[in-house]
Protein backbone atom coordinates (compact mmCIF):
# COMPACT_ATOMS: atom_id res chain seq x y z
CA UNK A 1 0.00 0.00 0.00
CA UNK A 2 1.73 3.30 -0.76
CA UNK A 3 1.67 6.17 1.17
CA UNK A 4 -1.14 8.14 -0.02
CA UNK A 5 -3.56 5.23 -0.40
CA UNK A 6 -6.13 4.30 2.87
CA UNK A 7 -9.24 1.57 2.78
CA UNK A 8 -12.62 2.89 2.94
CA UNK A 9 -13.90 3.74 6.22
CA UNK A 10 -17.19 2.35 5.13
CA UNK A 11 -18.66 5.88 5.96
CA UNK A 12 -18.05 9.53 4.81
CA UNK A 13 -14.18 9.26 4.28
CA UNK A 14 -13.60 13.24 5.86
CA UNK A 15 -10.26 13.13 4.22
CA UNK A 16 -11.62 12.94 1.12
CA UNK A 17 -14.02 15.82 1.38
CA UNK A 18 -10.91 18.32 3.18
CA UNK A 19 -8.77 17.48 0.16
CA UNK A 20 -11.87 18.04 -2.41
CA UNK A 21 -12.36 21.17 -0.73
CA UNK A 22 -8.59 22.98 -1.54
CA UNK A 23 -7.91 23.85 -4.67
CA UNK A 24 -6.25 21.33 -6.97
CA UNK A 25 -6.87 18.09 -5.61
CA UNK A 26 -7.73 14.89 -6.89
CA UNK A 27 -9.20 11.32 -4.99
CA UNK A 28 -9.18 7.65 -6.42
CA UNK A 29 -12.85 6.34 -5.31
CA UNK A 30 -14.41 3.03 -5.44
CA UNK A 31 -17.75 3.12 -7.22
CA UNK A 32 -20.47 0.39 -8.17
CA UNK A 33 -17.85 -0.40 -11.46
CA UNK A 34 -14.24 0.32 -10.49
CA UNK A 35 -12.68 3.42 -9.54
CA UNK A 36 -13.18 7.23 -10.34
CA UNK A 37 -10.79 10.28 -10.20
CA UNK A 38 -12.89 12.81 -8.06
CA UNK A 39 -12.04 16.24 -7.99
CA UNK A 40 -13.65 19.58 -7.44
CA UNK A 41 -12.07 22.81 -9.60
CA UNK A 42 -10.44 23.64 -12.94
CA UNK A 43 -7.33 23.04 -11.73
CA UNK A 44 -8.30 19.39 -10.70
CA UNK A 45 -10.00 18.69 -13.59
CA UNK A 46 -6.66 19.44 -15.38
CA UNK A 47 -4.35 17.14 -13.52
CA UNK A 48 -7.03 14.23 -14.13
CA UNK A 49 -7.45 15.29 -18.26
CA UNK A 50 -3.28 14.84 -17.91
CA UNK A 51 -2.85 11.43 -15.90
CA UNK A 52 -5.42 9.88 -18.01
CA UNK A 53 -4.13 11.26 -21.54
CA UNK A 54 -7.89 11.63 -22.04
CA UNK A 55 -9.05 13.79 -25.10
CA UNK A 56 -10.29 17.24 -23.85
CA UNK A 57 -13.73 17.02 -26.00
CA UNK A 58 -14.60 14.29 -23.26
CA UNK A 59 -15.43 16.24 -20.32
CA UNK A 60 -16.14 14.46 -16.85
CA UNK A 61 -19.08 13.20 -15.61
CA UNK A 62 -21.24 15.76 -12.57
CA UNK A 63 -21.62 13.28 -9.39
CA UNK A 64 -25.00 13.96 -7.86
CA UNK A 65 -25.31 12.61 -4.33
CA UNK A 66 -28.87 13.60 -4.10
CA UNK A 67 -32.33 13.63 -6.21
CA UNK A 68 -32.54 17.06 -4.51
CA UNK A 69 -28.97 17.99 -6.38
CA UNK A 70 -29.75 16.67 -9.47
CA UNK A 71 -33.40 18.93 -9.84
CA UNK A 72 -31.65 21.57 -9.24
CA UNK A 73 -28.36 21.46 -11.24
CA UNK A 74 -29.92 19.38 -14.63
CA UNK A 75 -32.95 20.77 -16.65
CA UNK A 76 -35.71 18.21 -16.74
CA UNK A 77 -38.83 17.49 -17.66
CA UNK A 78 -41.47 15.16 -15.68
CA UNK A 79 -40.96 12.44 -17.42
CA UNK A 80 -36.86 12.36 -17.48
CA UNK A 81 -37.28 13.26 -13.14
CA UNK A 82 -39.52 10.00 -13.05
CA UNK A 83 -37.18 8.04 -14.83
CA UNK A 84 -34.30 9.32 -12.96
CA UNK A 85 -36.62 8.84 -9.22
CA UNK A 86 -37.22 5.17 -10.68
CA UNK A 87 -33.48 4.52 -10.58
CA UNK A 88 -32.73 6.12 -7.78
CA UNK A 89 -35.33 4.27 -5.68
CA UNK A 90 -34.20 0.94 -7.19
CA UNK A 91 -30.65 2.03 -6.32
CA UNK A 92 -29.82 1.65 -10.09
CA UNK A 93 -26.48 3.34 -11.45
CA UNK A 94 -27.60 5.79 -14.36
CA UNK A 95 -26.08 8.86 -16.21
CA UNK A 96 -28.40 10.74 -18.54
CA UNK A 97 -27.24 13.74 -20.77
CA UNK A 98 -28.67 16.79 -20.20
CA UNK A 99 -28.59 20.51 -20.47
CA UNK A 100 -27.87 22.84 -17.17
CA UNK A 101 -30.33 24.87 -15.25
CA UNK A 102 -29.16 28.49 -15.83
CA UNK A 103 -29.60 29.36 -12.33
CA UNK A 104 -27.24 26.75 -11.97
CA UNK A 105 -24.30 27.63 -14.02
CA UNK A 106 -23.39 30.04 -11.38
CA UNK A 107 -21.97 26.86 -9.65
CA UNK A 108 -19.93 25.81 -11.97
CA UNK A 109 -15.85 26.14 -10.53
CA UNK A 110 -14.35 29.46 -12.51
CA UNK A 111 -13.24 28.03 -16.12
CA UNK A 112 -14.35 24.70 -15.36
CA UNK A 113 -17.15 25.02 -17.69
CA UNK A 114 -15.27 24.16 -20.86
CA UNK A 115 -13.99 20.42 -18.95
CA UNK A 116 -17.14 19.90 -17.63
CA UNK A 117 -19.40 20.14 -20.03
CA UNK A 118 -19.73 19.29 -23.83
CA UNK A 119 -19.72 21.93 -27.07
CA UNK A 120 -23.32 21.96 -26.52
CA UNK A 121 -23.36 23.02 -23.16
CA UNK A 122 -24.73 19.75 -21.95
CA UNK A 123 -22.96 17.27 -19.51
CA UNK A 124 -23.61 13.90 -18.15
CA UNK A 125 -25.43 13.78 -14.36
CA UNK A 126 -24.87 10.27 -12.77
CA UNK A 127 -26.90 9.29 -9.63
CA UNK A 128 -26.47 5.72 -7.45
CA UNK A 129 -22.50 5.47 -8.28
CA UNK A 130 -21.70 4.22 -4.88
CA UNK A 131 -21.71 4.61 -1.66
CA UNK A 132 -17.97 5.62 -0.67
CA UNK A 133 -18.58 8.68 -3.85
CA UNK A 134 -22.02 9.52 -3.25
CA UNK A 135 -21.33 10.24 0.96
CA UNK A 136 -18.58 12.62 -0.65
CA UNK A 137 -20.50 14.18 -3.65
CA UNK A 138 -23.60 14.80 -1.07
CA UNK A 139 -20.89 16.41 1.77
CA UNK A 140 -19.84 18.60 -0.46
CA UNK A 141 -22.84 20.08 -2.41
CA UNK A 142 -24.63 20.57 1.21
CA UNK A 143 -22.31 21.74 3.13
CA UNK A 144 -20.06 23.81 0.76
CA UNK A 145 -22.40 23.64 -2.29
CA UNK A 146 -18.84 22.31 -4.44
CA UNK A 147 -19.55 20.11 -7.58
CA UNK A 148 -17.66 17.17 -7.85
CA UNK A 149 -16.53 15.88 -11.26
CA UNK A 150 -15.33 12.48 -11.70
CA UNK A 151 -14.22 10.04 -14.82
CA UNK A 152 -12.58 6.17 -14.73
CA UNK A 153 -9.80 5.85 -12.72
CA UNK A 154 -7.80 4.48 -15.10
CA UNK A 155 -5.57 5.39 -18.48
CA UNK A 156 -8.29 6.40 -21.06
CA UNK A 157 -9.95 3.40 -23.53
CA UNK A 158 -8.46 0.94 -20.91
CA UNK A 159 -10.30 -0.72 -17.67
CA UNK A 160 -9.12 -1.08 -14.02
CA UNK A 161 -10.84 -4.02 -13.34
CA UNK A 162 -12.52 -3.08 -9.92
CA UNK A 163 -8.91 -3.72 -8.40
CA UNK A 164 -7.30 -0.55 -6.96
CA UNK A 165 -3.81 -2.27 -8.42
CA UNK A 166 -5.52 -1.99 -11.75
CA UNK A 167 -5.57 2.02 -11.98
CA UNK A 168 -1.94 2.18 -13.06
CA UNK A 169 1.02 3.88 -11.71
CA UNK A 170 0.46 7.57 -12.98
CA UNK A 171 -2.79 7.75 -11.61
CA UNK A 172 -1.79 5.97 -8.09
CA UNK A 173 1.04 8.32 -8.50
CA UNK A 174 -0.25 11.49 -9.27
CA UNK A 175 -3.51 11.31 -6.84
CA UNK A 176 -3.44 13.02 -3.22
CA UNK A 177 -5.03 9.95 -2.20
CA UNK A 178 -7.06 6.97 -2.98
CA UNK A 179 -9.38 5.29 -1.09
CA UNK A 180 -9.00 1.51 -1.50
CA UNK A 181 -12.14 -0.98 -0.96
CA UNK A 182 -11.49 -3.71 -4.20
CA UNK A 183 -14.03 -6.01 -1.68
CA UNK A 184 -16.97 -3.26 -1.96
CA UNK A 185 -16.76 -3.25 -5.71
CA UNK A 186 -16.39 -6.90 -6.23
CA UNK A 187 -19.60 -7.20 -3.89
CA UNK A 188 -22.13 -5.05 -6.41
CA UNK A 189 -22.00 -7.40 -8.75
CA UNK A 190 -20.77 -11.08 -7.10
CA UNK A 191 -21.85 -13.61 -9.58
CA UNK A 192 -19.06 -11.60 -12.04
CA UNK A 193 -15.38 -12.00 -12.11
CA UNK A 194 -12.68 -9.51 -12.56
CA UNK A 195 -13.07 -10.36 -16.74
CA UNK A 196 -16.76 -10.35 -17.17
CA UNK A 197 -17.41 -7.55 -14.68
CA UNK A 198 -19.03 -4.65 -16.09
CA UNK A 199 -16.90 -1.60 -15.68
CA UNK A 200 -19.06 0.89 -16.80
CA UNK A 201 -22.63 2.07 -16.16
CA UNK A 202 -25.44 3.45 -18.28
CA UNK A 203 -25.54 6.75 -20.79
CA UNK A 204 -29.15 7.70 -21.46
CA UNK A 205 -28.78 10.93 -23.25
CA UNK A 206 -32.07 13.05 -23.27
CA UNK A 207 -31.20 15.97 -25.88
CA UNK A 208 -31.08 16.48 -29.51
CA UNK A 209 -27.94 17.28 -31.88
CA UNK A 210 -28.45 20.67 -30.45
CA UNK A 211 -28.53 20.04 -26.74
CA UNK A 212 -32.05 20.84 -26.38
CA UNK A 213 -34.43 18.39 -23.75
CA UNK A 214 -36.32 15.76 -26.18
CA UNK A 215 -40.30 16.56 -25.97
CA UNK A 216 -42.28 14.92 -23.40
CA UNK A 217 -43.98 11.68 -24.69
CA UNK A 218 -47.13 12.03 -22.78
CA UNK A 219 -48.08 8.73 -24.33
CA UNK A 220 -47.97 8.66 -27.43
CA UNK A 221 -46.16 6.88 -30.15
CA UNK A 222 -43.32 7.58 -32.52
CA UNK A 223 -42.14 10.77 -31.11
CA UNK A 224 -38.89 12.17 -32.51
CA UNK A 225 -35.83 13.11 -31.21
CA UNK A 226 -36.21 10.66 -28.13
CA UNK A 227 -34.13 9.50 -25.45
CA UNK A 228 -31.53 7.04 -26.66
CA UNK A 229 -29.22 4.58 -25.00
CA UNK A 230 -26.01 5.59 -25.61
CA UNK A 231 -23.67 3.32 -23.62
CA UNK A 232 -24.66 -0.19 -22.18
CA UNK A 233 -23.14 -1.22 -18.93
CA UNK A 234 -24.06 -2.62 -15.27
CA UNK A 235 -27.74 -2.61 -15.03
CA UNK A 236 -28.37 -2.41 -18.48
CA UNK A 237 -31.12 -4.97 -18.89
CA UNK A 238 -33.17 -3.26 -16.09
CA UNK A 239 -32.73 0.38 -17.53
CA UNK A 240 -34.14 -0.84 -20.68
CA UNK A 241 -36.88 -2.24 -19.01
CA UNK A 242 -37.60 1.08 -17.27
CA UNK A 243 -37.14 2.90 -20.82
CA UNK A 244 -39.89 0.52 -22.01
CA UNK A 245 -42.37 0.92 -19.68
CA UNK A 246 -42.14 5.03 -19.29
CA UNK A 247 -41.19 6.15 -22.96
CA UNK A 248 -43.06 4.70 -26.09
CA UNK A 249 -40.38 5.69 -28.17
CA UNK A 250 -36.47 4.97 -27.15
CA UNK A 251 -33.16 4.25 -29.42
CA UNK A 252 -30.74 2.52 -28.53
CA UNK A 253 -27.02 3.38 -30.20
CA UNK A 254 -24.20 2.23 -28.02
CA UNK A 255 -21.37 3.97 -28.99
CA UNK A 256 -23.24 7.50 -29.88
CA UNK A 257 -21.08 9.30 -27.43
CA UNK A 258 -21.60 12.68 -27.18
Known amino acids: MSSNQIPWNGGLQQEAVDLLREPGH ?17 EGLERK ?40 DRDILMGCIL ?32 VPGENIARELFEKDR ?33 IE ?3 YVAGIQPDKTVETRYEQGVMVSFVDADGALVPEQHGERSVSPCP ?11 IVAILSEQFNS ?3 RHGQYY
Open 181 to 183: SDE
Open 99 to 130: PWREEAKALLPDGADELATDARGTSCFVIRFG
Open 250 to 252: WDY
Open 146 to 178: RLVFASSANPSGQGNRGVVAGIGEAIAGEADLV
Open 228 to 238: VLIRRGIYVDE
Open 49 to 88: FAVKNRKRNKPGVVLCGSMEQLRELAEMTPEIERFYQTCW
Open 26 to 42: IVVSPTKVGYIIVTSDR
